[in-house]
């Protein structure tokens, strides 16, 4: 239907994930009315993020080096580390500026219908960095679903021998919502974690 | 926030249309976790669209020579031209299978609050093909909003004296759509549209 490259764009564009048909059409005839200069940043940048980005030794985030910038900061605290499932996640703590630890990104969570078991997350390298006996506190920042729970739980039974600190984040109303939209397990969850106003 | 080369993947997406910060992000992931093969084809991909399509020399349709497959084809009529917005529109015409004659693609639609007259669209260009005498009817098959009608009213007026037949694309309600949920305008369209049942 389309000439010449425009239909492979759009069939490449289609892969990425969120984008459907009618995008990446879309961004197809963007690019064909973009100039040069532009597409051609975008296609080296692609290239230099395969080229350039790996995956931390120490926590599996996205690294720029053998370690990521989290791991080699020195005035970062070993005592306390985040469990989180995607690089992103990082990211998404971060921002917070509530954590001043060190992560371990899983790569997932534990999805029996998608085949994903304990064996293909990094838990076992996990359970290495806590023989060191430098952490005190693990942190289960998996996502609040089904599948998130069930990594954590599972964590957390496989350090109990270890006798440290296992916690998990709080659940309840997000901030800046509304009572009356929030779902009713949220709500329970808000009820459950109730706590005493200090006046 | 992001480590190398992801940052700047995340920025470069999100200049995208319709890629929002979010969406960005999600894709840099995907593409860190995609294998090197792929992610080159589609930086490939990118810089052939640019090295490659140009625009059609009579219709401004997408085209890989210097004229585009239908200009080219001899076997499609030339006594209908259908006058649209953008190259995208030519394809959606197309799926169609109602239309064998030619096309004319205008660049946009007149509007005045983003600084686009009738001098910044094809139509001089339009005129000159229309001035060849082969031509019988103007399909003028701008986009159904205040400014592709403007658009299409103002060629319309211009091409008057040359006594050629203009049509518009009908209005009316969507096919497999349900009436209720039909805007009023559209509804109006309808029944000022309406036709005659044979049976």
Redesign the interface.
């Known amino acids: 239907?389309?000439?010449?490259?425009?239909g492979?764009?759009i069939e490449?564009?289609g892969?990425?994930?969120?984008?459907g048909p009618k995008?990446a059409?879309?961004?197809?005839?963007?690019?064909?009315n973009t100039p040069?200069a532009?597409?051609?940043?975008?296609?080296?940048?692609?290239?230099?993020?395969?080229?350039?980005?790996r995956f931390c030794r120490v926590c599996y985030g996205?690294?720029?080096a053998e370690l990521?910038?989290i791991c080699s900061n020195a005035r970062r605290g070993d005592a306390i580390i985040c469990v989180v499932e995607?690089?992103?996640d990082v990211?998404a703590v971060?921002?917070t500026r509530e954590f001043s630890g060190r992560y371990h990104v899983l790569g997932g969570s534990i999805n029996p219908l998608e085949g994903i078991g304990p064996d293909q997350l990094r838990i076992r390298e996990l359970m290495e960095r806590l023989r060191s006996g430098e952490v005190s506190e693990l942190i289960l920042a998996t996502d609040p679903n089904t599948e998130g729970e069930a990594t954590a739980t599972y964590i957390a039974l496989l350090v109990k021998p270890m006798g440290l600190r296992v916690t998990r984040l709080a659940s309840g109303l997000p901030v800046g919502g509304d009572l009356e939209y929030a779902d009713e397990v949220t709500l329970g969850r808000a009820f459950e974690g109730r706590r005493t106003l200090e006046v």
């Open positions: 239907m389309y000439e010449g490259a425009v492979d764009l490449e564009l892969r990425l994930p969120g984008v995008s059409q879309r961004i197809a005839f963007y690019i064909v040069e532009d597409v051609s940043r975008l296609a080296q940048v692609l290239r230099r993020v395969k080229a350039e980005v996205i690294a720029a990521c910038r995607e690089p992103k990211i971060e921002k």
